[in-house]
């Protein structure tokens, strides 16, 4: 029963090892690094670059430098594809290009609207980077070994493409709301207002899930839907320790003002 509604939408698991392997690895990493937020042990860049609490020596990067080089071979990953795989279908084409998309504004939001104020452990920037690359090549290999298979009864596409444009439109101008707290050369942390910052305090996380169920629609494989809800978890997590971030630092931090889902959680 349950097989028969998830097949209803979602490519049959391709016959390879590795992407079985891959999507299993990757959600389990997503859940540890979930359960480690909630937990209080921190990837360290933001707000959380300088909680070191096993006091051991770490390797420092700064924050514009090692965002750069979290996302940069993701978005060569999807780039390069084209000329791996030139011959692929819309609907691969339509994936790798959102991806390449997300990737691409990334680097120049971390070039162009963020302002920054501290850095990023090399310990984190490591995993976070090998993740996004894994992610983005199995993401679109996934949907390359899904060509010749019947397409799923029911098409995610369309839905998945306007999910895709809200998540990155709204991500973006989260991101822009925040960039615009600081003036130039200043380092202070402040109650970000305006979009739906009076409702969640991480928007930008939740319109970042909502591109990244977009991608899933738009893929139908069993990769992506995983890497959406592993991710939809760490978010979770990382949002949650952020909230508690705020109403330790400020005060006057407004109590209704919730973590990512607007009145839930
Ligand atoms: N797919 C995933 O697994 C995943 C994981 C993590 C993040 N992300 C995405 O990556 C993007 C960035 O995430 P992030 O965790 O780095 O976001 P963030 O901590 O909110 O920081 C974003 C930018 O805003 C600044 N900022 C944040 N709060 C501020 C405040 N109160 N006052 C002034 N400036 C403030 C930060 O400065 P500082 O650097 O000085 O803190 C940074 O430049 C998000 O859209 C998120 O969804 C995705």
Known sequence: MVMSVLFSFIFPPPPSLVVSGLTVISFMILINAFLSEIRGKHLNYSKFWNVNPSGKKQIKLPSKAGMLLLYTPALFSGLSSFFVFPHQGVRCDVLRSA?????????????????YSGGITLE???PITLSYFLSATTMVYSQHLTNGVPEPPINLFYPGIVLF???????????????????????EYKIPKGGLFGLVICPHYLFEIIMFYGIAFISQTLYAFSFAIGTTFYLLGRSYSTRKWY?????????NVKAVIPFVF
């Open 247 to 255: 109403l330790s630092k400020f005060e006057d931090f407004p109590k």
């Open 165 to 187: 444009v809200v998540g990155i439109i709204g991500n973006f101008y989260h991101h822009y709301i925040l960039s615009k707290l600081r003036g130039k050369d200043e380092k």
């Open 124 to 126: 984190s920037a490591i």
């Open 99 to 115: 991806v390449i998309l997300h990737y691409f504004k990334r680097d120049f939001e971390v070039l162009f609207i963020h302002k």
